[in-house]
């Protein structure tokens, strides 16, 4: 896993890490100019915010077709259909880890938001270059 970004709770982070012993799977990268590289090779797309409008980092991980799972701020409506073309989940660590898990272990459910996000995103081109 990789984290990107930077926050008042890195600290604690690192050492629950620690802690754990996952300092090979789970990695805090800090703040990036350019995230495109980490999200290219994810398999899944989470977002955690709590509170944020408009969320660019969902619109990039949707032109990625990457199958996203945020939590449910009030930007993540504006941009996602839970179940449809990603899910939504409350900011609870079990659920958020119920649905991670359940996204790890369906390939299909991944393959499917894949290409409903693929089709979005020609939607969208189409749409551009007709105006």
Known sequence: WYCVGEGKYRKKLEHL???????????????????????AQADIYVQTSR????????????????????TNFIGAFEQIH????????????????????????NKENRDYLRNILSNEKDKNEQLQFSL
């Open 17 to 39: 890490i620690k802690e754990h012993g996952i300092e090979e799977n789970f990695i805090l990268l800090g703040s990036s100019s350019n995230p495109y590289p980490y999200m």
């Open 51 to 70: 509170h944020e409008g408009f969320c660019l980092t969902l619109a990039e991980a949707k032109c990625l077709a990457k199958p996203i799972i945020t």
């Open 82 to 105: 839970d179940g449809e073309n990603g899910y939504i989940v409350n900011v609870n660590e079990e659920e958020l880890y119920l649905k991670i898990k359940f996204l790890i272990e």
